[in-house]
């Protein structure tokens, strides 16, 4: 039994924002009241900290098997703790790329061996994500994915990602979509703009990825499938999906904490600042964080996207795609969404919470009966974070030496304190 | 100079007052070049590194030339024969060749950056001698010497950049060399490369995509390589491109009788520019080539040679 006093719990699911306690009993919590008194229970003072349901990452990489030099599901699992994260969702985009059950279980099994926090992995939605022909989605949904994604290699052609979402609708699985137009990638290392022009690098436009949204919306139209856009970065796309939703297609999307709080204008030649997608415009940023604020955005997610220095100490072209962000997500926005009061308490904790939980239609609760999966955080602690710190093997971080206020300090993942800060 | 230069990696980020300083160290350089015997022993028992990542034989030859004028040895690294081939990374590459002690790096590289990245990370001063698509400054430190040369004056220049200034970084780095004159710049060429971005670069930028207009009143015309070989672009019809873009003689007739007609080569000749325009009197192509090795002694004796007395007063002067 363990016993959480004295915080302040915030459960958007039941729009609750109280000071109560939380009795923890084994796996599940037991009882959500004020003052309870359980005697015999390990006592965690919360005092002054937010109680919230366990935090959901939609979208990470944890790089094993095949990448064990970036990350390993022990080091990626033990940074998302630290992150005040219960459960993350690494992308499949492994080697070999999780495309069948095999894949799947041996990331399971790894990760019931060392992961302190739950692993829910996606699987591809093409073999090899080579966008020829379906995965073993069934049999890699039997195993144990919760989600389908080609994630960086999107699902090129109309005709394969209908087949997909056909497929996904009937066996009731999200289809997870970096939404880029491919020809207009290619080659791109930021998105395009006066920076991109400066620097000389090779731009992007917006369009890239509004253009694949466009057409996948479509598709989740025609079919009927859930599809979810994977890191959103631009204006129109995230018009797009408002319009899809008022449509009351099932669609969604996450916006990362690098792209509410960076724009193209910050890129330096220094590939932590080259991500895909791209970091966006001052006006693509302005819109995320209205979107954030308006509920148009389901989830904030990391793209914890981990990578030995060896792929990164490199020159910008040939630097690999990606930062870590597992342990100043939450940090992140609350520096950009709650200290500047765009939003409220409950609507933080929901992007973290009951909106990936939606996604994946998982229901994420403090009541009594649940998962005993919480993460404990301040609003106010001070701290600075050093990527050399970090508990990630990589140290691919643009907010090396940034200085927060607010911090996740406790990680319980089915009844377990397995972070505590 | 007012801030001493540690490495050259672009204009963009030099002060007026440096360009100028540079400038005018170039001078007994340039006089150097017209004596018979042109070898100075200023740098002797220095080297410096020539690390061509990206295929070049005019830059790589004229600072290969600079360097001997001055007295200095050379350690030659070049694309075709590069360990990059055997997939070593830049990095190393470039720790490599400074283990072997040069007292300067010279680079060129494909990628936009790259210099910046090695300066950060090597003990020697670093010459960009072009990255991708980003800046070549010393070729816009020659052409402003070639300007100066002819014009006398490098301030409120009309400056007409014609060809693919999108991807050009013999552009950008004139772009930014003349704008910190005083220049209005009038850019031309195919629209896909003349993106409005380009008017954000410096102040004074307009974009013209009719050749004849933009070179109204020009006063220097720089005419920009087709460049045949970029990736991840389609390919451009080249008779379009002379039928619309090519500096001919009845077109440059549009631009003031003495505007100087300027190419970084290498020239194709009735492609870019017709042999007439490159021959004729106000074109300043070899001179180019010339102003090329003075500008890159000047640049190597500063870096290299450590400041004289002199120096230090010239720099207090210029502040």
């Given at each position: ?8 719990v ?7 924002d109280a ?20 005697p ?7 005092a ?5 349901p ?69 699987g ?5 994500s ?18 389908v ?12 990602m ?74 129109q ?24 709080t ?38 904030i ?20 795609f ?49 998962p005993?999966?919480?993460?404990l ?31 996740p ?13 | ?9 672009g204009?963009?980020?030099?002060t ?5 300083f ?41 600072f290969?030339?600079a ?7 050379t ?17 190393d590459?470039?720790w ?38 980003h ?12 300007i ?18 999108l ?11 003349l ?7 009038t ?37 920009l ?8 672009e ?16 009845e ?26 325009v ?12 010339t102003?090329?090795?003075?500008v890159?002694m ?22």
């Open positions: 039994m363990l016993l959480i006093k004295n915080g302040r915030v459960d958007p699911a039941s729009q609750t000071a109560l306690d939380v009795l923890l009993d084994g796996e599940r919590i037991a009882h959500v009241a004020a003052g309870i008194d359980a015999g229970a390990e006592v965690f003072d919360a002054g900290l937010v109680v919230a366990g935090f959901i990452d939609l979208h990470c990489h944890l790089r094993e098997p095949g990448e064990e030099l970036s990350e390993t599901i022990e080091t990626g699992s033990r940074a998302a703790a630290h992150g005040g994260f219960t459960a993350v969702c690494p992308m499949p985009n492994t080697k070999p790329v999780n495309d069948n059950a095999a894949v799947t279980r041996a990331i399971l099994e790894r990760a019931a061996k060392v992961s302190p926090v739950r692993v829910w992995p996606i591809a939605a093409s073999r090899a080579e966008g020829e022909a379906l995965a073993e989605i069934g049999a890699m949904q039997q195993a144990g994915i919760v989600a994604s080609d994630d960086g290699r999107p699902v090129a052609t109309a005709k394969l209908r087949q997909v979402m056909d497929y996904c609708r009937a066996l009731g699985l999200v289809v997870i979509d970096h939404c880029e137009e491919s020809s207009l990638a290619a080659g791109a290392v930021m998105r395009e703009g006066p920076r991109s022009v400066r620097l000389g690098l090779r731009g992007m436009p917006a369009e890239t990825e509004s253009i694949a949204a466009a057409r996948d919306i479509q598709l989740a139209a025609l079919t009927g499938a859930r599809m979810h856009v994977a890191h959103l970065t631009t204006r796309s995230l018009e797009l999906v408002r319009a899809g939703k008022q449509q009351g297609l099932a669609v969604s999307c996450e916006v990362t904490p690098h792209h509410f960076l724009t193209d204008e910050d890129v330096v030649y220094d590939t932590r600042f080259k991500m895909n997608p791209p970091l966006g415009s001052r006006e693509d940023h302005d819109a995320l964080l209205a979107g954030l604020a308006d509920g148009s955005v389901d989830a997610a990391t793209d914890h996207a981990p990578h030995h220095a060896s792929l990164k100490d490199v020159e910008f072209d040939s630097a690999r990606g930062i870590t962000g597992f342990e100043t997500a939450l940090a992140l926005a609350l520096e950009q969404l709650f200290h500047t009061g765009r939003v409220s308490l409950v609507r933080l904790v929901e992007l973290f919470t009951t909106g990936p939980g939606r996604v994946l239609e998982k229901t994420r609760r403090i009541a009594p009966g649940e005993a999966d919480l993460t955080f301040s609003l106010d602690y001070e701290w600075t974070f050093r990527a050399e710190e970090s508990a990630s093997k990589s140290r691919n971080t643009p907010f090396d030496g940034r200085s927060f206020r607010g911090a300090m406790a990680t319980i993942v089915s009844g377990r304190i397995v972070f505590r800060r | 100079m007012p801030d001493r230069l540690h490495h050259l990696l204009i963009e980020p030099l007026r007052q440096q360009i100028e540079l400038l005018e160290q170039s001078r007994p350089f340039q006089e150097i070049q017209r004596h018979p015997l042109k070898k100075l022993a200023t740098l002797r028992g220095k080297s410096v590194a020539l690390a061509f990542f990206e295929p070049s034989t005019r830059t790589r030859i004229s290969g030339t360097a001997a004028r001055l007295g200095a040895d350690m030659n690294l070049q694309a075709e024969s590069s360990s990059l081939r055997k997939g070593e990374s830049l990095l590459t470039v490599t060749l400074e283990a072997m002690k040069p007292d300067c790096l010279v680079m060129r590289h494909s990628a936009s950056g790259a210099p910046e990245f090695v300066a950060e990370r090597v003990g020697i001063p670093v010459i960009n001698a072009g990255d991708g698509t800046e070549h400054p010393t070729q816009a430190l020659l052409d402003a010497l070639t100066l040369d002819r014009k006398g004056r490098l301030d409120a220049l009309n400056v007409t950049i014609v060809g693919d200034i991807h050009s970084r013999v552009a950008r780095s004139n772009l930014h060399l704008s910190k004159f005083g220049a209005r710049f850019l031309t060429g195919p629209a896909m490369w003349l993106p409005r971005e380009l008017e954000c670069l410096v102040p004074n930028v307009r974009r013209e995509p009719r050749i004849e207009a933009a070179l109204e009143d020009a006063e220097i015309v720089l005419a390589r087709v460049q045949q070989e970029r990736l991840h389609p390919q451009l019809s080249l008779d379009d491109y002379i039928l619309l873009y090519q500096l001919t003689p077109r440059l007739r549009r631009a003031r009788p003495d505007a100087l007609v300027l190419h970084p080569g290498p020239m194709v000749r009735g492609l870019e520019i017709d042999p007439e490159a021959d004729g009197p106000q074109s300043c192509i070899l001179e180019q080539v102003n090329g090795v003075a890159r000047a640049l190597l004796y500063l870096l290299l040679g450590g400041p004289p007395a002199e120096t230090k007063e010239t720099a207090r002067a210029a502040d």
